[in-house]
Nanobody, 121 residues
Framework: QVQLVESGGGLVQAGGSLRLSCAAS????????MGWYRQAPGNEREMVAV???????NYADSVKGRFTISRDNTKNTVYLQMNSLKPEDTALYYC???????????????WGQGTQVTVSS
């Protein structure tokens, strides 16, 4: 029943901005952590930014100062504001949400279908 619906990807020129959104639903006990990962062709999936329900954040070094993650706990929605985009930011961006479950102490990870971000030079 858990679903992650992503939006906001697209094509943008270097230096431009995009804002990704991901609405999560279906977790009876909420989502302690939500965030964004990305994967470029030939590369491993990497963490971009993660935010907890308490507001603690972690960013990949490559995006610090340019990207900002935020969330609306009442809507279970996470956002990624991406500024000063670079061609190397081009990737398929996946929404991530860890759902609290009663049967697994570490929770269970869910993933969106991915939204493409392409930055042209």
């Amino acid at each position: 029943q858990v679903q992650l619906v992503e939006s906001g990807g697209g094509l943008v020129q270097a230096g431009g901005s995009l804002r990704l959104s991901c609405a999560a639903s279906g977790s009876m006990f909420g989502f302690p952590a939500m965030g964004w990962y990305r994967q470029a062709p030939g590369n491993e999936r990497e963490m971009v930014a993660v935010i907890t329900s308490a507001g603690s954040t972690n960013y990949a070094d490559s995006v610090k100062g340019r990207f900002t993650i935020s969330r609306d706990n009442t809507k279970n929605t996470v956002y990624l504001q991406m500024n000063s985009l670079k061609p190397e930011d081009t990737a398929l961006y996946y929404c991530y949400a860890n759902a609290r479950v009663t049967w697994r102490p570490r929770g269970y990870d869910y993933w969106g279908q991915g939204t493409q971000v392409t930055v042209s030079s």
